[in-house]
């Protein structure tokens, strides 16, 4: 694409020096973040383009991946914090085929929180566990003092075993590949938001926090090696996945705006709160690229499943561009789809 | 043993159900937080007798740990967060005879966090684990406003091999069984509670903090199956650790007072302070029950790396008693040992 004006040297500046101390943008998934984890990640002799990693290689492969949870409040409509942290893990590892084995469990506690909640939380850790099939091998509690933390915090790993054949990575993608959806975006944090803020949106809203492992067997069962990228888009958003999966595998990505499919309540919300869905983090949806000749028979086997009964293909990976995300809009004009830069959304996971 | 006087019996109530809420306590290794985790973990469908878990059986077999560190201040004689986070993890793992082979490290940072500090933490974590020849392989950063967390929080989760014949387990002291230590006690508690309140002993006081894989590896070579039982004495200390296991094995346990290794420093600063050296956690040391027949070889072998130099038989495991740990003491009297109740030193680790 070849146009006087680019967009992306016009984005804000990034308040990156600004004392160099750590801002809440550090972690909203969009590209302050991806600037830290530049700083940090070398220090640790390891990359940063995927969510989770090989452990063990051969037969099987071993998947690992970590999360930390610290999502406020800590029950929401579609779930809560614990069940929202096994999903979360499942779906890092699922992301990498892996089928999710064993998950551990750290709580940091504050002190007077009431025993009660812990019991809640813990019980809705087990369920959602029992509902993806994983167990709960290994565990911690440390307890700080008042005011130390903002009542419980959490920690999920999760190990797995990567399904045969499947491989796909952030640098798989290929011009030509279809780019599928799974679903609606912006749910899961729309919903939060409005509950925190108590906006009114939240009696019509849900999270759409749920494991998405079978999803992706089906997936690679229909797609084979055809299913080259997937990502779920959390923090940042559909936006900021896309433009990090466009970086790692050098390509453009070109999406129809038409496609996307954006709840009418989330559009309402959005619009009212000035925020874009793109941008909105999401818990249980999945963005794949797809060699073509393959993205007919992965599209519907995913429309066979609930949590990709709302499967669309969006869009297409391009060779122009490389590194950018680009939308046709409704009418007509295109539009670069930026990172998320700075912070949206503070504690939405 | 048989006596009138029941000390066990007689040891303060525990405020367990004061306004059910979380204290201090349930996060301090001793008997309040098995209380907690005998409340949590049947929920879980667990039970919480190791602080690691065999994940994969057969060969080779995977084990898994994970552990969240809350400790302040961040920076201490002989050690940091991140150092502290690696050899812990990799202790767990060792304790169950695995060789660590990956890290997963998930930071909670309150904003504003100096980014300088994170590099260091990131550095330090990056040279302990090379030190310990294991990978951080995947990670995780989210971000808290100011006040929602004191710094830095850090959860490192570990993946191991289990060595070839090795099982070690809590269940599986014999009467009979050596009770070996591998170092002095205290040094870890006593450095950072000194270096956190200036009490002026943390110029001569560093913390224990260090891998114990090695002396792991060499223990086993030397004992075989003999070596029944291994666990590192953090929380808790070196009582706790040793009721946990007399308690899982249904076994009881005999110390001598003169053979604990106790440095003076350590003994002073809990002089002082009115803490029992045998409460205070440590970072880098080991306690074993080991086939009696194997004990001279195991112990030899300890002594012969700088982590095992100052190994002991501190006691044994006896048929009388179960569940209770017993100490001869200096002037030949018997004192039960009791588990830590309630928080003696928050925030340790």
């Known amino acids: 694409m070849s146009t006087a004006y680019d967009p992306i040297a016009a984005t804000c500046p990034v308040p990156h020096a ?80 892996a089928v999710p084995v064993a998950l551990s469990l750290a709580y940091i506690v504050e002190e007077g929180l009431p025993l009660e909640e812990l019991r809640r939380v813990t019980t809705s850790v087990a369920e959602a566990a029992r509902g993806c099939d994983v167990r709960v091998v290994t565990g911690d509690t440390k307890v700080v003092g008042r005011g130390a933390a903002d009542g419980l915090y959490l920690t999920t790993t999760g190990i797995g075993i990567r399904l045969p054949g499947a491989a796909p990575a952030a640098a798989n993608g290929r011009p030509g590949d279809a780019v599928l959806l799974s679903g609606p975006i912006g749910l899961h944090g729309v919903t939060i938001l409005s509950t925190r803020e108590g906006l009114g949106f939240e009696s019509e809203l849900t999270s759409d926090s749920r494991p998405l492992h079978r999803l992706v067997a089906a997936m690679i069962t229909a797609g084979r090696c055809g299913v080259h990228v997937m990502r779920d888009p959390t923090r940042g958003g559909l936006a900021s996945a896309l433009n990090e999966l466009a970086a790692a595998s050098e390509v453009g990505v070109e999406l129809e705006e038409s496609a996307v499919p954006v709840p009418a309540q989330v559009a309402a919300a959005c619009d009212l709160l000035g925020l874009d869905p793109l941008h909105v983090a999401n818990e249980g949806c999945l963005v794949a690229f797809v060699d073509p000749a393959r993205a007919g028979e992965v599209l519907a086997a995913m429309r066979e499943l609930p949590e990709g009964a709302g499967a669309e293909r969006i869009g297409t990976v391009v060779p122009d561009h490389p590194g950018r995300v680009v939308m046709r809009t409704l009418v007509g004009s295109r539009r670069v789809v930026d990172m998320l830069v700075g912070e949206q959304l503070p504690r939405i996971c």
Request: zero cysteines.
């Open 18 to 97: 600004e004392g160099e101390r750590v801002l809440l943008g550090h972690g909203s998934g969009g590209q302050l973040m991806a600037e830290l984890l530049a700083d940090l990640t070398p220090r640790l002799g390891a990359r940063a383009t995927e969510d989770a990693a090989v452990v063990v290689t051969g037969a099987p492969e071993v998947v690992m991946s970590t999360d930390g949870f610290v999502v406020t409040p800590r029950f929401f409509p579609g779930g809560d914090i614990g069940s929202l942290a096994v999903h979360g893990t499942v779906n890092d590892l699922a992301m990498m085929g």
